[in-house]
Structures are given as C-alpha cells and as structure tokens.
C-alpha cells in the first residue's frame, strides 16, 4: 500500500507528462519558469506531492486559478472528472435536479 508520507527516492511518484487542464485552453507547449531559493522550491515539491500532481500541473493549475477565477477552475475539474468517469452533463444535471427537490 502507498504511504504518502514516505518521501524516499526510492519511492518516486511517476506522473504524466499532462497538466491536465481542458483542451481548449490549446497545448501546454509553454514553459513558465522563476528563480526561487532552494526552500521554496523543497516545499512546492512536498505540497505537490500530497495532493497527488506534478510540481508542472500544479502550477499550471494554480496559474489557472489566478487567471480565471476559482468557479471557473473548478467547473474544469468537473468537467475533467465527469469524463473520466463517462457521466453525461445531462446526467449531472439530473441528478443535481433531484437533490434540490429532496
């Protein structure tokens, strides 16, 4: 079973190479680097790792926020999941219809 807390280079997480984020904001073909000190950089590595992304998605996810807004970030995730998991938007909106009328 995988320990999160295990952080050994033995037990290297593999990611894709996929920020993840929807198609139609294009190819992620660009690269955005900074400079930061050696600390900063350990714990954007930690923090990525317990929320399961690359350093890469996290970023891009985390410039996404700042640029588009939290709603619109989220609704991305929903989007993202919903077709991960093969649900319909149709189905989505059914089932949120019912829940508003329990």
């Known amino acids: 079973m995988f320990d ?8 290297e997480i593999a990611f894709s190479r996929s920020t993840g984020l929807p198609p139609r904001l ?3 073909t660009n690269r955005v680097a900074a400079n930061v000190p050696d600390g900063m950089a350990d714990d954007w590595t930690r923090l990525s790792r317990e ?3 690359s350093e890469s998605e996290l970023l891009a996810w985390t410039m996404a926020e700042r640029l588009y807004g939290r709603e619109a970030v989220l609704s991305m ?3 993202r999941m ?3 998991l093969g649900i319909e ?12 009328g329990a």
């Open 51 to 53: 929320v399961g992304m």
């Open 4 to 11: 999160a807390d295990e952080t050994s280079q033995d037990t």
């Open 26 to 28: 294009g190819k992620a």
């Open 82 to 84: 919903r077709k991960a």
């Open 77 to 79: 995730q929903q989007e």
């Open 89 to 100: 938007p149709e189905t989505v909106q059914k089932t949120a219809d019912q829940g508003a």
